[in-house]
């Protein structure tokens, strides 16, 4: 039975949008997730929600604690993940308020526990693939439904994922660039690798609310500015998972 898992923030936590809603507080053996799960339904399906920093965003990107959130959603019955992110775009054409449906990550984070493992068993090495991390599928979903709804997003995208909760210089933005990433944030990694890890294909749309700082012919990003940028279209993101929730078997 599909039970979909959602992580993301502020409007996708709706009472109009969840049905039968519910909390549910929980512990893993990694400690205790963000926040508590929040158990209902979209579109007749089985959902938990999940605030990746904290119902008031009250975590910084390097203290989530990744694994408690993947495996509280695994433990919750999640068969799939989907994930929503705000990012900053690296490239001219991905402009503010465009949505990226990422297919690849570049992970710049260095103070994050990055797997599930911390020792193996005795001649039980786990190294998990991550050539094409998010899921074919659900990437497909998410393009067939901003196609649908009409909305402006780019059908892939590389995110890289720096440690936060400081913006990049200059120097390091054109460094990014160069490395072939499209946008940047702070959380996709290791979120992304630990729910391969844990066997739960996983997606992530990324919204575009600000060019990081490598444009000179405009001011640096400023949290203010992904806040407005953010706050103005988080109804197009809870309209594309609504969307997708609609299609998924």
């Not at 995208?157 to 909760?165: K, L, M, R």
Request: aromatic share 8%; glycine share 8%; hydrophobic share 40%.
């Amino acid at each position: 039975m599909t039970k979909i898992g959602i992580i993301g923030g502020s409007g996708l936590d709706d009472p109009q949008l969840l049905q039968n809603a519910h909390d549910l507080d929980v512990d893993t053996i990694y400690g205790k997730p963000s926040a508590p799960l929040k158990v209902g339904t979209i579109e007749g399906k089985d959902v938990v929600l999940l605030a990746r920093h904290g119902r008031e965003h009250t975590v910084p990107p390097t203290f989530v604690n990744y694994r408690a959130n993947i495996q509280a959603l695994k433990d919750a019955g999640c068969t799939l993940i989907l994930a929503t992110t705000a990012c900053g775009s690296l490239r001219e054409e991905i402009d503010r308020g465009h949505l990226v449906i990422l297919d690849q990550f570049i992970d710049f984070t260095r103070r994050r526990p990055v797997s599930f493992y911390e020792e193996f068993e005795p001649h039980g090495a786990v190294h998990t693939g991550m050539a094409d991390p998010f899921d074919d599928n659900l990437r497909s979903l998410f393009n067939d439904a901003c196609k649908s709804l009409d909305i402006t997003h780019h059908e892939t995208g590389t995110v890289i994922t720096i440690e936060g909760s400081r913006f990049s210089t200059r120097a390091e933005s054109n460094m990014f660039r160069m490395w072939g990433a499209d946008v940047i944030n702070m959380s996709v990694a290791p979120e992304c690798i630990l729910a391969n890890e844990a066997g739960i294909p996983y997606a992530a749309v990324a919204m575009s609310t600000d060019y990081d700082c490598w444009k000179t012919d405009e001011a640096p990003v400023t949290w203010d500015d992904i806040l407005e940028v953010f706050k103005g279209n988080v109804e197009k993101v809870t309209s594309l998972i609504v969307e997708v929730i609609k299609n998924i078997d």
